[in-house]
């Protein structure tokens, strides 16, 4: 179990990374709006992080739906499958807030 988050830098990963996730694009989509008329292809979508319990369960989290049910682990843990790949963007982003706090003196623990 790792060291406890404070609820600052909790609050700043979890808004991070629904900006993240909300940058995604498909334009390969076909949008078709009211009365079935075809609009702009393509479409952007929020890409659904992945969560994983200490016992190795995982949860799918469909929105920004990170809530305080999650542990520090489990938000830790977060990652995005691309097919057989996964991007830990948790951890990415927490390695970006260590290297803000070591280069700039960001503060993130109120």
């Given at each position: 179990?790792?060291?406890?988050?404070?609820?600052?830098?909790r609050?700043?990963?979890?808004?991070?990374?629904?900006?993240?996730?909300?940058?995604?694009?498909?334009?390969?989509?076909?949008?078709?709006?009211?009365?079935?008329?075809?609009?702009?292809?393509?479409?952007?979508?929020?890409?659904?992080?992945?969560?994983?319990?200490?016992?190795?369960?995982?949860t799918?989290?469909?929105?920004?739906?990170?809530?305080?049910?999650?542990?520090?682990?489990q938000?830790?843990?977060?990652?995005?499958?691309?097919?057989?790949?996964?991007?830990?963007?948790?951890?990415?982003?927490?390695?970006?807030?260590?290297?803000l706090?070591?280069r700039?003196?960001?503060?993130?623990?109120?």
């Amino acid at each position: 179990m790792s060291e406890p988050m404070s609820k600052t830098r909790r609050e700043l990963l979890i808004e991070m990374e629904s900006i993240l996730g909300n940058e995604c694009y498909n334009a390969s989509i076909e949008n078709y709006g009211p009365g079935g008329v075809r609009q702009a292809p393509g479409r952007s979508f929020r890409y659904p992080i992945t969560l994983r319990d200490t016992d190795g369960t995982t949860t799918k989290v469909k929105a920004s739906s990170i809530n305080s049910f999650f542990s520090d682990d489990q938000v830790r843990s977060g990652y995005y499958a691309f097919g057989a790949n996964q991007l830990d963007v948790m951890s990415g982003l927490e390695k970006i807030l260590e290297l803000l706090e070591q280069r700039y003196g960001l503060n993130l623990a109120k």
